[in-house]
């Protein structure tokens, strides 16, 4: 079965970087697109960045647009999102998803603050 497993986050101070990484199995991962979405306290999950099969297109919501940095590795099944500049609204539990496949990761919590 279709599985993501989502790493890398942690409690930064407002201005510092964050890699997350989420490996996939159970599908084969080059043939399709993966995208990042986050869930603030008290708000609704929303669409961060998405990247295609090939990692040739790419799209980010405007908040993080210039700032963050969607990436992956067909080799290694695993899709990146690099995060710099953190400002404390970028606060949130942080989901990989496969939309083919409506599978979600269980999440890795990102936490900006001083």
């Known amino acids: 079965q279709v599985q993501l497993v989502e790493s890398g986050g942690g409690l930064v101070q407002p201005g510092g970087s964050l890699i997350l990484s989420c490996t996939a199995s159970?599908?084969?991962?080059?043939?399709?697109?993966m995208s990042w979405y986050r869930q603030a306290p008290g708000k609704e999950r929303e669409s961060v960045a998405g990247i295609t099969k090939t990692g040739g297109v790419t799209n980010y919501a405007d908040s993080v647009k210039g700032r963050f940095t969607i990436s992956r590795d067909n080799g290694k099944n695993t899709v990146y999102l690099q995060m710099n500049s953190l400002k404390p609204e970028d606060t949130a539990v942080y989901y990989c998803y496969a939309p083919r496949f409506f599978s979600w990761g269980q999440g890795t919590q990102v936490t900006v603050s001083s």
């Open positions: 159970g599908f084969t991962f080059s043939s399709y697109a």
